[in-house]
């Protein structure tokens, strides 16, 4: 992302659709809106009525394919990275999400606004990890 070219309104957008998606899923259910947890619980088959999981993952797949259908100008990306090294992000986030305990969503999302203490050290450990890989990677490694 280039700091010039920011849109702030499919930012914000995005940011009401995911806070709207964690309220809905606590108002309806009681869950916390962890996706990291909701798709370990699908995959893994952790309750024997889970299959609101396998619901709440289709809606994030079709309402982000809903939004590049009918928001194209608000869903342009541009990957700079190869697929290795793709791969080897999302393995780091698959080891960061089990050693934290959860991910952006659920720490980020739901326990900084439910003010988790947890929640709290966790996202703003994501947030510090976060910057010293895009300054290790945009400009020691470059």
């Known amino acids: 992302m280039n700091v010039a070219e920011f849109a702030p309104v499919p930012a914000l957008l995005g940011g009401a659709l995911i806070g709207l998606a964690a309220a809905g899923l606590w108002w309806l259910l009681g869950r916390i809106a962890g996706v990291s947890n909701v798709l370990g619980g699908a995959v893994l088959l952790r ?74 050290v966790a996202t703003g450990v ?7 890989a895009v300054y290790l990677t945009r400009h020691l490694l470059a």
């Open 47 to 120: 309750e024997p009525r889970g299959g609101w999981r396998w619901a709440f993952l289709a809606g994030l797949l079709v309402s982000g394919a809903g939004a590049a259908v009918a928001l194209p100008w608000a869903v342009q990306f541009q990957l700079d990275a190869g697929y290795a090294q793709l791969v080897l992000a999302g393995v780091l986030v698959g080891f960061g999400t089990q050693l934290g305990s959860g991910c952006t969503s659920g720490h980020g999302v739901c326990g900084v606004s439910r003010l988790s203490p947890r929640s709290l």
């Open 126 to 132: 994501f947030m510090a990890t976060g910057v010293a």
